[in-house]
């Protein structure tokens, strides 16, 4: 099995520059899981990581990964926040720095 080394990340610019393998790592080990959304086929995870939200989207029958979008704000946080769950509607101090 490869090896994935952690780099230094200091922005979402350097997110970007990841490949997908070396986003998933980050965001498995180092990012904060706030929300999860489960249909059909997509489950769709919401983290935070270092100031800025990544959406990653998974499709369970092919199990890929669809896509990775990291922002730091706009209508897909807002989205979030709407339609939030009472549990993490109880816990709104993570949303609070990045929209405000």
Request: proline fraction near 3%.
């Amino acid at each position: 099995m490869e090896t994935i080394l952690q780099p230094n990340l200091k922005s979402i610019v350097d997110f970007v520059r990841l490949n997908t393998a070396q986003q998933v790592t980050v965001l498995l080990q180092e990012a904060i899981l706030l929300d999860i959304d489960t249909e059909k086929v997509l489950t769709t995870r919401l983290y935070l990581y270092k100031g800025f939200f990544v959406e990653e989207t998974f499709n369970r029958v092919s199990n890929e990964i669809v896509d990775i979008i990291p922002f730091k704000q706009g209508y897909r946080i807002k989205d979030y926040i709407k339609n939030a769950s009472s549990s993490l509607a109880e816990r709104p101090y993570y949303f609070q720095y990045c929209i405000n």
